[in-house]
T-cell receptor, first 116, second 113 residues
């Protein structure tokens, strides 16, 4: 199993350009997440999805859109990139919460995005 | 507003000694706590967790302690090994919702051989 994979690994954009980050998981997880990590800030949740066709906002959703057309894929889009979106982006997935059992999140290797 | 805080950005420990990483939280609704380990250029990997109904959970060299009244948890690594050198993130979650995690800012542990 590849686990959680992210494409691309690195990208440089100019202000105003758009792009889509792809996350794929092969663990049949229901939940998927997008985080960003900035220096001194830890990881912050951008958007998440509890199943195919459903998405919801996290802590820092502004400037991003997401789509979950297939269970195994979760796309993060930047319509008009800004320098403030320079960050490392991590995708994660987990099994559905069941009763009192908490299922940990599995993370991808990250995408380093620079917006000039 | 940072709901999960790790006040020590870095920690250095001699190989074989104990490493103690600390974490504080402000939201009393958190009921599950996790520690993740992160190496450079990799994603975080799950290390150990604890439910709010417990005060200790142990897994090999790693033990997490939870003090709910103080809203404080700590990760103990005994004995510390050079391969433990990484950034450690504390994270917390509420029972409701989609397992959303709130992360601390991380502590960089360096184990000196």
């Amino acid at each position: 199993n590849a686990g959680v994979t992210q494409t691309p690994k690195f990208r440089v954009l100019k202000t105003g350009q758009s792009m889509t980050l792809l996350c794929a998981q092969d663990m049949n997880h229901e939940y998927m997440y997008w985080y960003r990590q900035d220096p001194g800030m830890g990881l912050r949740l951008i958007h998440y999805s509890v199943g195919e066709g459903t998405t919801a906002k996290g802590e820092v959703p502004d400037g991003y859109n997401v789509s979950r057309l297939k269970k195994q894929n979760f796309l993060l889009g930047l319509e008009s990139a800004a320098p403030s979106q320079t960050s490392v982006y991590f995708c994660a997935s987990s099994l559905r919460t069941s009763g009192s059992t908490y299922n940990e999140q599995f993370f991808g290797p990250g995408t380093r995005l620079t917006v000039l | 507003d940072q709901q999960v805080k790790q006040n020590s950005p870095s920690l250095s420990v001699q190989e074989g000694r104990i490493s103690i990483l600390n974490c504080d939280y402000t939201n009393s609704m958190f009921d599950y706590f996790l520690w993740y380990k992160k190496y450079p250029a990799e994603g975080p990997t799950f290390l150990i967790s604890i439910s709010s109904i417990k005060d200790k959970n142990e897994d090999g060299r790693f033990t997490v302690f939870l003090n709910k009244s103080a809203k404080h948890l700590s990760l103990h690594i005994v004995p510390s090994q050079p391969g433990d050198s990484a950034v450690y993130f504390c994270a917390a979650s509420k029972k409701t919702g989609a397992n959303n995690l709130f992360f601390g800012t991380g502590t960089r542990l360096t184990v000196i051989p």
